[in-house]
Nanobody
Framework: QVRLVESGGGLVQAGGSLRLSCVAS????????MGWYRQAPGKQRELVAS???????DYADSVKGRFTISRDNGKNTVYLQMNSLNREDTAVYYC?????????WGQGTQVTVSS
C-alpha cells in the first residue's frame, strides 16, 4: 500500500511564501506523474501543478509565475514552492501521484492566507 504524506501547510499572510512537501511511503513506488491539487470551500478540486518523471511541467494559469513544482525521484518526494500567496490560494492542498494509470492521494494539508 502506498501512502502519500504531505507537510508544510499552515497560516501565512498575503504576499508570503510556503513550501509543501509530499513523500511516497514505499521506495519501490515509481510514479509517472506527481503533483498537487487543491480544494477551496464550496469549490471543486482543481489541479495546481504537476511534474512528470521526465520533468514535464504543468501549472494552473492562476499560479503561473508564483508557484514552482519540483521532485526528487531518488527520495520519491514532490515539492511545491508557493510565493506571493493571496487569499484565493486558501484551500486544502492534496498531493497526487499516478502510476500505471492508478491515482494515489494524500490526506491533504490546509493552507490559509490571511489579508
Amino acid at each position: 500500500q502506498v501512502r502519500l504524506v504531505e507537510s508544510g501547510g499552515g497560516l501565512v499572510q498575503a504576499g508570503g511564501s510556503l513550501r509543501l512537501s509530499c513523500v511516497a511511503s514505499r521506495m519501490a513506488f515509481r510514479p509517472n506523474v506527481m503533483g498537487w491539487y487543491r480544494q477551496a470551500p464550496g469549490k471543486q478540486r482543481e489541479l495546481v501543478a504537476s511534474i512528470g518523471r521526465d520533468g514535464t511541467l504543468d501549472y494552473a494559469d492562476s499560479v503561473k509565475g508564483r508557484f514552482t513544482i519540483s521532485r526528487d525521484n531518488g527520495k520519491n518526494t514532490v515539492y511545491l514552492q508557493m510565493n506571493s500567496l493571496n487569499r484565493e490560494d486558501t484551500a486544502v492542498y492534496y498531493c497526487y501521484a499516478q502510476s500505471f494509470g492508478v491515482p494515489y492521494w494524500g490526506q491533504g494539508t490546509q493552507v490559509t492566507v490571511s489579508s
